[in-house]
């Protein structure tokens, strides 16, 4: 990650420009801002591709399937799809990354209604008032997307904890304490 960020410096700067700044932490103690570590895992994945392209390795990305199977045979993996499409595979890797809520199931029909902060949310118009339910890191990707592009109405944030997201980073010579969320 160190690396990435130091070969990608100059066109950082301009959008994170605390990123480097002289406080005298080093960069590598530094917690990344999910945004810039998202860019970080497609720049990974892009580069991970044109190397097996390279190499003649095929790789299929599988997006909107759903796996409803998984069967074990003797020296091989048997991967069954919702479309009933099956795959045969010698390694088989989980990883589900996080699971969505079926909390709001009664919501899923509602034109506005968005599930994941990285859905497409330009239908929402700049003017309209939106309510995040949560008010963790997820919910504050999306008031920081919804900010980026150009929101003028109010945004409501809801939860029963009430609780924002923990200062990660290096340890501070004093506690810091949530204050203002812009």
Known sequence: YVEWLLENKQALEEE???LFDQTGTAIQDRFPPRLL?????VSRLKSALKRAYQNNITIRLMNQCEVTRIKENAQ???IQLSDKTVI????LILATGHMASNRFQAFQSLEYYHPHPYDDLSAIQNN?????????????????RLNAAGHQA???MISPS????????PKADKPYSLQVLT
Not at 88 to 91: A, I, L, W
């Open 16 to 18: 994170f420009p605390t």
């Open 128 to 144: 309209e008032p939106v309510i995040i339910l949560g008010t963790r890191l997820s919910a504050i990707d999306a008031v920081n």
């Open 76 to 78: 091989t993996w048997e």
């Open 162 to 169: 009430g609780m924002l997201p923990a200062v990660k980073g």
């Open 88 to 91: 045969q595979s010698d390694k």
């Open 154 to 156: 109010p945004i409501t």
């Open 37 to 41: 570590y998202g860019r970080y895992c």
